[in-house]
Nanobody
Framework: QVQLVESGGGLVQAGGSLRLSCAVS????????MGWSRQAPGKEREFVVA????????YYADSVKGRFTISRDNAKNTVYLQMNSLKPEDTAVYYC?????????????????WGQGTQVTVSS
């Protein structure tokens, strides 16, 4: 069993920044590809970023490309999502997901486990 715990959400003004963290416990963290998805009220879940097990490969949805950066620290069993130039449309609950082994995955349904989420609210 894998546990994922997100933190770092909050309220920020448009143009501001936040850094989300996701602490992972269970199997060896470096065995997991990791990703973040988000869900805004009344909208479908959107997959936004992914990172490979080594961190060498990343994926960004067009909606966040150039503003968000995913990274991981395998020594700390943690994946991060740095969010800059935030917009009101980034308001959502952000979820961290893990996929055991493999390459890099860019769909929500590809992931084995998801955390409980952390709320990000961007005011205009």
């Amino acid at each position: 069993q894998v546990q994922l715990v997100e933190s770092g959400g909050g309220l920020v003004q448009a143009g501001g920044s936040l850094r989300l963290s996701c602490a992972v416990s269970g199997r060896t963290f470096s065995s997991y590809s990791m990703g973040w998805s988000r869900q805004a009220p009344g909208k479908e879940r959107e997959f936004v970023v992914a990172i490979s097990r080594s961190g060498a490969s990343t994926y960004y949805a067009d909606s966040v490309k150039g503003r968000f950066t995913i990274s991981r620290d395998n020594a700390k069993n943690t994946v991060y999502l740095q969010m800059n130039s935030l917009k009101p449309e980034d308001t959502a609950v952000y979820y961290c997901g893990s996929k055991y082994y493999g390459g890099i995955y860019v769909r929500t349904q590809d992931y084995d486990y998801w955390g409980q989420g952390t709320q990000v609210t961007v005011s205009s």
